[in-house]
């Protein structure tokens, strides 16, 4: 699903009288993430970004460009993504004393981080550049709108008969969307002792499963996994797991 950028608008104003100034002044040029919508279902998120720049003292003209860049968890650092619009010097006609551009872009899929980039510039009435500046704006977060299955508890109680052990496992779905059914695992000092099935989960929802087998040793290790036939497209599947040791007999 590409990147459509939707609205782009351009405001401005008369000339403005201003003092002389070596440095940029912050007041000249900023930039700011003015909404970020995240996805819901196939649809994808979107963000609008504004950038805002000033005239300053002799300078004849003013121009920005937009830089759109995406950082996901798979990368440590913020790279460009090409999109319509982008990558073009922008401004208004000469004379013009204040310059806002807004865009914003739909599609964006998740999981992301989406931010700009803007480079500012002032030209002389040659053309020249006289000043220059570069501003990052804040980030529009795409979290991942997949389901994930997560293990927080794990315990033993007493079976229904001498030997006996009913192993608890508490499931909870941590994801932002509905995981179907699916099923859980318990493995009790490295022998399966078999599989329980899971309801489907709303986010945030969690449900208790349980399995009799043979009474586990003190020490031994238990381990419980939620979607063990790997029927959830999950966000993460490494949390899948709880291991514990069984505890010493009670009384």
Known sequence: MPLRIVMSTVLVALVLPGAASAAVPKYARGVALTACERGAGDQGGAA??????????RTA??????????????????????????????GPSAGTARYVYTKRVENLLAPGSYRVKVRFRWLSASGAIVR???????????PDPRPNLTVPSLGVQA?????????????RNTGR????????????AGTLLGSVPVDGLAPGEGMLVSLEGPACSTG???????????????????????????????G
């Open 159 to 171: 079976g229904s008969a001498a030997g006996r052990d009913r192993y608890v496992a508490f499931v």
């Open 48 to 57: 609008v970004f504004e950038a805002r720049m000033r005239s300053l003292p």
């Open 177 to 188: 969307s509905t995981a179907g059914p699916s099923s859980l695992e318990l493995t009790v």
């Open 220 to 250: 031994d290790a238990i381990e419980a996994e939620a979607d063990a036939d790997e029927a959830v497209d999950e966000r993460n599947e490494e949390d899948n797991r709880l291991s514990r040791a069984c505890p010493p007999p009670s």
């Open 61 to 90: 003209r003013m121009q920005l460009r937009y830089t759109l860049q995406v950082r996901t968890p798979d990368r440590n650092r913020y790279v460009a993504l090409a999109a319509p619009g982008f990558g073009t010097w922008l």
């Open 132 to 142: 220059r500046a570069k501003v990052i704006s804040a980030a529009c977060r795409q």
